[in-house]
């Protein structure tokens, strides 16, 4: 049985905005975590933070900082924090999202993976890339993995909704 949906596409196509709207028309408050830039400066640097997913950045943990030279991850971040965000008990869990950043973090790795085996439907998104970590997570049988594009981005939030509704009801 599906049960966790995971949207995918372009680098700001609307996969975070079409999550946001959906839960706001699930009417819930879900657990987990996003992620988010934050704290830019003239330079063009910024901090990519972590943070739970009825927050905002400003009450999360600085997960990577991006610089014009380049970006500096650090996996502690994604390995404390990560964990105690899917852990928490929600009637939705959001995983906003997952990256390469998270390549080397092994613990929050493995709570990715126990919170996708256990009860609670998981909505989230992940980079179109290619890592072993994205590609187990992308070729789990329990997942379904929808593209959003340009075309469909509008249509997106009320197809998550009724797949939510379905995993809920024990229908999908």
């Not at 009825?54 to 009450?59: A, M």
């Not at 380049?70 to 971040?77: A, D, L």
């Amino acid at each position: 049985m599906k049960k966790h949906i995971f949207l995918t596409g372009e680098v700001q196509i609307g996969k975070s905005t079409a999550i946001t709207k959906a839960v706001d028309m699930l009417g819930i408050i879900p657990g987990g975590f996003r992620t988010k830039g934050a704290n830019y400066t003239a330079d063009g640097s910024s901090d990519v933070m972590i943070y739970p997913a009825e927050k905002t950045p400003e009450k999360g943990h600085r997960a990577a900082h991006r610089s014009p030279d380049g970006k500096t991850v650090f996996p502690e971040i994604f390995d404390t924090y990560g964990p105690l965000y899917l852990k928490r008990p929600a009637e939705l869990i959001l995983m906003d999202e997952l990256g390469y950043m998270e390549s080397s973090a092994e613990v929050f790795q493995k709570a990715v993976f126990e919170t996708l085996d256990g009860e609670t439907p998981v909505l989230g998104v992940i980079r179109n890339k290619s890592t072993p970590f994205l590609d187990a997570v992308r070729s789990r049988e329990d997942v379904i993995l929808l593209t959003v594009t340009v075309h469909n981005r509008d249509f997106i939030p009320e197809k998550i909704v009724y797949f939510v509704n379905g995993i809920r009801q024990g229908r999908a």
